[in-house]
């Protein structure tokens, strides 16, 4: 259980944070920005749901959204061999199995792409890509921390099933496709 009785706390007014385990480091340092790209992310989320969505999308992001937190809390206690007073919260690989049920039966009423589609067509697909270009963000930032220290392989696989959640559900949210608004390439040569 989270308990904040303080928000502010004045510990990171010279440039540092603290990670779950209590280890102090720069606000600069990978991790920091790796999680942080995730509450950018989750941020997002709850603009695209203020539009008008379908139900299917609006309960799965609605899960989505608390399985952000999971995944910025398995960022910030990194990977150890040595041993902790608790068992860190890990996203799981059921977490990134749910994503892709929800992406097949999304999948069952879309159209197959015949052309690229540019981000569009209503409010709420437009959101829904750019939190889908968001998330693909948040995946190289969590590349590269994985370059330099290891994590949790779960939460790559989640992030990017995530994205591919997004782009069906952009479509999803224009109609079921029908309104998409397809790249025609060279058009305005």
Known sequence: MVYLNRIYTKSGDQGETSLGTGKRVPK????????GEVDELNSLLGVVLTNELPEEI???LSIVQ???FDVGADLCIPETDEPLSYEPLRVTAGQAERLEAAIDKANERLE?????ILPGGSPAAAYLHLARAVCRR????????HEREPINPQVIIYLNRL???LFVYGRLANND???DVLWVPGKNR
């Open 66 to 68: 608390n399985d952000l």
């Open 177 to 179: 496709g029908k309104d």
């Open 58 to 60: 609006r309960g799965t």
């Open 163 to 165: 994205s591919d959640l």
């Open 138 to 145: 948040v995946e190289i930032a969590v590349l590269e921390l």
């Open 112 to 116: 197959p792409l015949e052309s690229f």
């Open 28 to 35: 600069t340092a990978p991790r920091i920005i790796a999680y």
